[in-house]
């Protein structure tokens, strides 16, 4: 986009932004780099392009993260009071301190590097058996698999469910609830309809999981010693696993796969040195950013940020998508993958007290997925042109419509 051409004021909601945002986030981030976004219906939001603009509003308690602000803003708007649904209300993700706090502690607790780590092996048997039902497909006769819809999509889904305890005979019920409330808009009441029977699944696991504990989430949550959760915190966070934790990684799992099947060099180095796997899954995050932009803020009083001064009671996006190509922080080809490129500082978890507590599992998950896809399937190819690949929208995520492949 060069200086000549006009922004639209719904410049992020469009399709061709949905399909490469990169070149407007270019202009952006040199031209306007807190700028402006006309919302739908009335109203407006701040966007963050720059790295370190955005880094520090993350860090800025005066741009608040709890659900209720938010609600009072879009009570104001609409002109009639709004509330959050409790299954949305009372994770930490939409709190701020002091109940984030606590909600943090307890969570952090069961997502530690070393927790994680433990989940391994079984990350690896799903990732098997979904592999396996791709092969079996080949062996009879079809001609390639959809990535997304095989792989990408039920993997955090069910690595997921097993993780918070959920029985394998509801397995696909989670597959069907966690597409349903990715697809289908919160406004339709085939939504409401979805929340109340995944609330109503829920409920009942918690007061199971108090019954009867077991070695999973929702029972280390019910029963912790310390900053033990109510059943309606659990209920919150159950649905944020199931929404942002599914989301994100399946969105992730996707783009890598394709950043892999579009650049072989780098794909048979990493073949031939597993070991390298790890090390390189932050330059694989930034390139992907699975992440366009952070859950949204509000300002609680007037902020500062890029010489921009935005007033109290306003929306603010951070566009981690942009801060991920940022060439004042990557200033070293940032539009290219680069894993010999010293691990990055991006963005795409979040900053400070909002950092993703599920981002080793999500990195975990990611490279499972991809190795072991590609051990099993080292002649894996793309079925189409690279060009002809779209993406959904999405205000916060950059999932793939579909990622058709051939494997032999």
């Not at 306007?32 to 739908?40: D, F, M, S």
């Not at 004042?328 to 691990?343: G, L, T």
């Not at 896809?373 to 042109?385: E, G, N, S, T």
Request: proline share 9%; hydrophobic share 40%.
């Amino acid at each position: 986009m060069t200086e000549q051409q006009k922004l639209s004021k719904y410049w992020m909601l469009t399709n061709e932004y949905t399909q490469n945002p990169y070149p407007v986030l270019e202009y952006v981030r040199e031209e306007r780099p807190v700028c402006e976004l006309a919302i739908p219906g009335g109203g407006r939001a701040w966007v963050v392009t720059r790295h370190e603009d955005a880094k520090a509003a993350l860090a800025d308690p005066r741009l608040s993260r709890d659900i209720h602000v938010h609600y009072r803003l879009l009570s104001e708007q609409a002109g009639y009071e709004m509330t959050p649904p409790p299954e949305h209300a009372n994770h930490l993700a939409n709190l701020e301190p002091p109940r984030h706090t606590p909600l943090r502690k307890a969570i952090s607790a069961n997502f530690t590097p070393r927790r994680t780590n433990s989940l391994r092996e079984r990350v690896e048997q799903i990732a098997d058996e979904l592999l396996d039902d791709i092969a079996a497909d080949v062996a009879g006769g079809a001609p390639g698999a959809d990535l997304i819809a095989a792989y990408a999509d039920p993997l955090p889904v069910i690595v997921i469910a097993e993780l918070m305890g959920v029985p394998v005979s509801a397995w696909p019920d989670f597959l069907r609830w966690s597409t349903e409330l990715r697809e289908t808009p919160a406004e339709d009441p085939a939504s409401a309809q979805t929340v109340k029977e995944l609330s109503s699944f829920m409920s009942a696991l918690i007061a199971e999981k108090e019954r009867e504990p077991g070695d999973d989430l929702i029972s280390a949550l019910v029963h912790a010693e310390t900053g033990r959760l109510t059943p309606t915190e659990i209920l919150s966070t159950a649905f944020a696993l199931m929404t942002g934790g599914n989301d994100t990684t399946a969105s992730l799992i996707g783009g890598v796969l394709l950043t892999l099947l579009t650049h072989p060099k780098e794909r048979a180095g990493l073949l031939a040195e597993p070991g390298r796997w790890g090390s390189e899954m932050d330059e694989l995050v930034r390139f992907v950013s699975p992440i366009t932009n952070t859950l949204q803020r509000a300002t609680v009083e007037p902020v500062e940020i890029g010489g921009v001064t935005i007033p109290a009671g306003e929306t603010v996006i951070i566009s981690a998508i942009s801060t991920n190509r940022d060439r004042d922080q990557f200033p070293d080809r940032p539009d290219e993958f680069d894993p010999a490129r010293p691990k990055p500082s991006h963005l795409s978890f979040g900053h400070g007290i909002h950092y993703c507590s599920g981002a080793h599992l999500a990195k975990l998950m990611t490279e499972v997925a991809a190795r072991r896809f590609f051990d099993r399937f080292p002649a894996a190819r793309l079925a189409v042109d690279p060009s002809e690949l779209r993406y959904r929208f999405s205000m916060v995520v950059r999932p793939l419509e579909e990622l058709p492949v051939r494997v032999s």
